[in-house]
């Protein structure tokens, strides 16, 4: 988040912030920050499936082209040109409650903008994905056997991976797998 955070102030776009509302009672950890910060110019990557159809899923990495403050919308440019207006998104989190005997189902709603600033991102959030650009992958963070294998694999070429913070006993494969090839 830090360098996420230098990397936005750089920018000479105004900043502008969006809250995020919740309604009813939500349990466990928020689908995306409660305060976001974006600029003109932002990397960023959607968190939210807006149109599977049109390639615009969770995961989706590209760049804050324009804000629309009075609308609430930003417009995000992929990689490849194409563009979507994207508005506050509601998650929403249904769980039973008891009331006097009854079941009762109760949803709670998250609202917020359904990005995150994207120049720096976690193996977690990159897993699945291809990444075409410059990855810097700080290796000492890592806590799981097979997490590194997961970093290093997104590039498509070495040349654009940069490694921070290696320790080598982190590279350990899972004893499970290992038996497997035994």
Known sequence: NDWNAQELDKLPAPTVHYHASTEGEWNG???????????????VMQRAN?????????GTRGWVEEINQEAATVTMRRDDDATLVIARHTWEQEHDGRKRGQHERRVARYVQMPLT??????????????????????????????????????????????????????????????????
Request: glycine share 10%.
């Open 117 to 182: 600033l994207a120049w720096a991102l976690t193996i977690h959030k990159v897993q699945g994905q291809t990444l075409d650009g410059p990855a810097v992958l700080h290796g000492g963070s890592a806590f799981a056997n097979g997490q590194l294998y997961v970093g290093l694999s997104r590039v498509r070429h070495s040349r654009q991976l940069r490694i921070a913070s290696m320790r080598t006993w982190r590279l350990c494969p899972n004893d499970g797998a290992m038996k497997w090839l035994d």
């Open 29 to 43: 950890e928020k689908p995306i920050d409660e305060w976001i910060r974006l600029k003109v110019g932002a990397r």
């Open 50 to 58: 807006l149109s599977v159809t049109a390639g615009w899923v969770n």
